[in-house]
């Protein structure tokens, strides 16, 4: 699959956004979602929400929110417009004898409780759940798309193997929501690992922290599939070809042509120093085309 290059326009520091936040400056961002002129970041080391800019300035609205979980980071977010709720996903939980990923949702400005629910697909591990949440509406009912991380769902060297990404449909049955199907991602993504998941009309974006890129595709219109294979984007790289945008863990449409997307902290005894550079940070880009 040819692939196209991002063009970076903007980034910052997630710290470097917000007004002074205490001794703790770890913002392993995890996901985000738009809501109008604001970004709304989650992180898996804590459980809050940084509300940014989207003009990725240090302005006087960025600010962190509570985010309701003791203790306990997020993995991924999305927003309903139209009853204006956030939902929130941690990755997968011990449950019983499985792992289960875990749905919180409020509006997070006047609710004092977030209203949970376990998502009844199990997950092959506690460090390899759901990674992506996007909500959306099709022909008058709600869906919730939920990404695997890795490839058939699963971990280990199977869920390592490029070419078997998947999508979960969760449907909104009596209030609850509800599994519905996989829907497999194409054949031609050679993803290793799969991040970030973001949702416009029938476009869908997601990306890989492993192989440092953006996938866009369509949904076809009435089928839980996808028309042809999509464009593929790769993330810039240092003068000597090396990969700089290590830890891309999140994305959100701001336009037809403009994402953000988010990155996590670097993993010191397993990734090398330049990644540094740009992780724990939101980034602004543009498709080519």
Request: hydrophobic letters at 40%; proline letters at 2%; one cysteine or more.
């Amino acid at each position: 699959m040819a692939e196209g290059l991002l063009l970076v326009e903007k980034e910052a520091k997630i710290v470097q956004l917000l007004p002074d936040v205490g001794g703790d400056k770890r913002f392993e961002a995890s996901g985000l979602t738009v809501v109008g002129k604001q970004a709304y970041v989650v992180f898996d080391n804590r459980p809050a929400l940084a509300q940014l800019s989207v003009s990725l300035s240090k302005v006087a609205s960025n600010h962190l929110l509570n985010g309701g979980a003791s203790g306990v980071g997020y993995e991924a977010l999305s927003f309903d417009p139209a009853e204006k709720r956030f939902y929130l996903l941690q990755e997968s939980l011990k449950r019983d004898a499985g792992f289960f990923a875990k749905l919180s949702s409020g509006t997070l400005f006047n609710d004092t409780e977030l209203q949970s629910q376990w998502l009844n697909f199990e997950l092959p591990s506690g460090n390899k759940g759901l990674e992506g949440l996007a909500f959306f509406s099709r022909g008058g009912a709600e869906y919730l798309l939920a990404l695997c991380e890795g490839n058939r769902c699963t971990s280990g060297k199977k869920g390592r193997k490029a070419g078997k990404g998947r999508l979960l449909l969760f449907a909104k049955r009596a209030g609850r929501w509800s599994f519905e199907r996989k829907i497999k991602l194409p054949k031609s993504l050679r993803f290793v690992d799969y991040s970030g998941l973001a949702v416009q009309g029938n476009r869908i974006a997601i990306t890989s922290q492993a192989s440092s890129r953006l996938w866009v595709g369509r949904l076809k219109k009435r089928k839980w599939s996808f028309k042809g294979d999509g464009e593929v984007y790769r993330l810039p790289s240092s003068a000597a070809g090396k990969v700089v945008y290590c830890n891309i863990e999140g994305v959100a449409w701001l336009s037809k042509s403009r994402l953000l997307l988010v990155s996590d902290r670097r993993k010191k005894s397993k990734q090398n120093r330049r990644c540094k550079a740009k992780d724990q940070s939101i980034h602004l880009v543009r498709l080519p085309n």
